[in-house]
């Protein structure tokens, strides 16, 4: 795994400046997923996000969960599940606007760690948007403004728990997947690992590491560069003991930005993507999200025959 790419974001500012945008360009063509350290959000602020999130699930979550999954999902099953995930969940949108007052079963400190951490996160996004603008030769900005539509971009944060499994070869955490969106900000558990992704056919693990944050891309970029960067297939591993913490933030287009090729990548090759609606693919991406994205990509191809954007 020492190939897996770990970018130091405070080498940007230095003389490793042009060799540290080497690594992400590599990393966004090559991998779809690498590990920022140094990226200035607080240490203090992760622990107190993980330490809070940790002890929601211990109050409010692991007995539900053991009561409406856990017993009834694996007795007597012999064959392997495809249809559900081994996993607790629950999800907070922060843009355009907040429900985070609305989610049950947070207390104050939780409510305000959350919104820190988000608030902090949307900068991150928007700095990467802009560091990938410069690797593509993008105007500083034309990401943002791309996912941007009328309100402003979507973002939101699922966070996750998957307990310990008895039978983990039955069932996946989460099934193989690509992400919808635009850019993917994870805080992952640093003791119990269990994401993976696909790369070259073969399933690599993405390390947990102390206080870092895992980066990967989602389909509206990969249209928006015209396939140069690529979402790409990852899952989560059920693990028989530990339950790991997984806590995603989803830098995505606003539901009435439209998405297609940047002009300025066009000039070379030929358009390979089509023109849509995000909330038109979000549709379709709800009943296909665990199927492969090119049948998502080549229907709304017939979509933008049919309709005038």
Known sequence: MENFPVINLEKMNGEERVATMEKIKDACENWGFFELVNHGISHELLDTVERKTKEHYKKCMEQRFKELVANRALEGV???????????????????????????DLDDEYRKTVKEFAEKLEKLAEELLDLLCENLGLEKGYLKKALYGSRGPTFGTKVSNYPPCPKPDLIKGLRAHTDAGGIILLL???KVSGLQLLKDGQWIDVPPMRHSIVINLGDQIEVITNGKYKSVEHRVIAQSDGTRMSIASFYNPGSDAVIYPAPALLEEEKQVYPKFVFEDYMKLYAGLKFQPKEPRFEAMKAVETTTVI
Not at 81 to 102: A, C, G, K, Y
């Open 78 to 104: 012999q064959n392997e599940i495809n249809d559900m995930d081994w996993e607790s969940t629950f999800h907070v949108r922060h843009l355009p606007e907040s429900n985070i007052s609305q989610i049950p």
């Open 188 to 190: 992952q558990d640093d």
